[in-house]
């Protein structure tokens, strides 16, 4: 491909931070299968698209695949106004995986009058990513991912961002930053997990990791990892430095992760004041905004939408939008966000029910066409079955607090095998599963502790149980690159943020005023 005379300048670094992604605090990841739409601006919220694989979108006999992944013909995707609400699709970044520079610039070029960004998937630990030789397993190949980053600098018309993980060694993961941002990368997302840091092996991401990227580099720094809850992400801002927290699971339990948080900024002298591309914003608070002067641990219990106010509302949306969505990713999004009261025994004959709605792939809504003509009857169906789940919810609340005369921070337990806290199953809350036994990993001494444990358990069963609280114990603290980590807290379909690209559905878009959220349906890494 004959490769664009370079464009004129553009907007780079920390001006197109601030001046076209209006200074966001709060990033939702891109993630395959599950992409999250933003929240309205008062919250300064980035999204990025599902992930798109840049060969099979430049490939023109592959039409389906450019439709389901980003929907030009359907006026929404990347719009700077949507005909279906006063919302916008922008700012918007799309994500490619790709391994050929010329490749992805062609791909790129049919999204760029349709984005604000286009960013570069270094992540993907997944084993899909292995064959075609994508995400993380390029991360050796430097000269490879410089040309790539490199060429979509200096021939789009819209900046070039990159997503990547760490390596074990903080100074060389400072050293890939650093060619990140030589090649051109305009923002940095640094994944504060190893590329072998995946699913039941995630375990916790590396905050010092981040945080040297961040002090290393002069342009801006996303920290992506461990965010499960409202409070967590000032505790990652504190830690990292970084310009900006970006959440993948958090927010597909939780779309109304960051609802409720402000930012409050203050100048610091250690930090420039220039107006440069390169200067450093100030430095951020995030609180929780409430007109109470005692604030509770978790923001997530200030005036919080119940799981059925999020459920609805993303279906009202699933409804009128233009763009096809599969409708597995609705169902997905619906068991996850509802998943604290499907989970408990009084409501398995509704989580059953959702189970067997019998759904169609829509059709695309022509324009002034309502959505029932498009195959969305069987939406009314989740909508029957959530409104019952509400039903039993407003009787569970009323019970459970006394008529509203306990607070709810004093129905917070904590789960003891993780140590977390749960929430009240009518609030939307991340979710987390018992460690398994962790896998032994060679040269700490497991593969002996596994054998003799084995042979013991045979004699002994209480021996088990015995050796799997040995190999957790072991497994505890550990950081990147030194030995096993307890694995991620999720179901074994699920995500992880960087995760493999199977069947590609579609985002969709709420308004995040009071009681708002930003959720969606999607596939990215």
Known sequence: MELAVPISKKLEGYEFYREVLGSPKFIVAPMVDQSVSKADKTIRCAVYTPMIHAKMFADTTHKFYREQYFDIASGEEGASSLPSSSDTDRPLIVQFCAND?????????????????????????QDIAKKGHYGSFLQDEWDLIYNMINTLHKNLAVPVTAKFRV??????????????ERAGAQILTCHGRMREQRGQNTGLASYAHIAAVKRAVSVPVFANGNILFASDVQRCLDETGADGVMSAEGVLYNPALFRG???????????????????????STVTATTASASRPKHPELI??????????????????????????????????????ALGRERYHDLRERMGRVKVSVPRRLEEGEEGEGAGWTWVDAYVRVVEEVQRRLEEDVRLATKDGTI???????????????????????????PLPTP?????????????????????????????KAELLHDSTNSTPGTGPVPAKRHPPDEPNGDGDMDAGTKRVRLAAGEGGVGVGAGASA
């Open 167 to 180: 390596f074990p060694e903080i100074e060389k993961t400072v050293e890939y930053a650093k060619m990140l």
């Open 439 to 467: 896998v032994p990993v060679p040269g700490n001494g497991w593969n002996a502790k596994v054998k003799a444990g084995k042979a013991d358990a045979k004699a002994n069963p209480k021996a088990d149980a015995k050796l």
């Open 261 to 283: 948080l402000s930012v409050s900024t203050s100048s610091s002298a250690s930090l420039s004041t220039s107006s440069s591309s390169h200067s450093p914003p100030s430095t």
């Open 407 to 433: 607070p709810l921070e004093e129905l917070v337990v904590t789960d003891e095998k993780t140590g977390l806290d749960v929430l009240p199953w009518w609030i939307a809350q991340p979710y987390f599963r």
């Open 101 to 125: 520079p010329e490749t992805l610039l062609q791909s790129a070029k049919l999204v760029e009058a349709h984005c604000d960004a286009v960013d570069i998937n270094l992540g993907c630990p």
């Open 303 to 340: 005036n919080p939408p119940t799981l059925t106010s999020l459920a609805l509302e993303y279906l009202s949306i699933v409804r009128i939008q233009r763009t096809r969505t599969s409708p597995s990713a609705v169902k997905g999004h619906l068991f996850k966000i509802l998943r604290p």
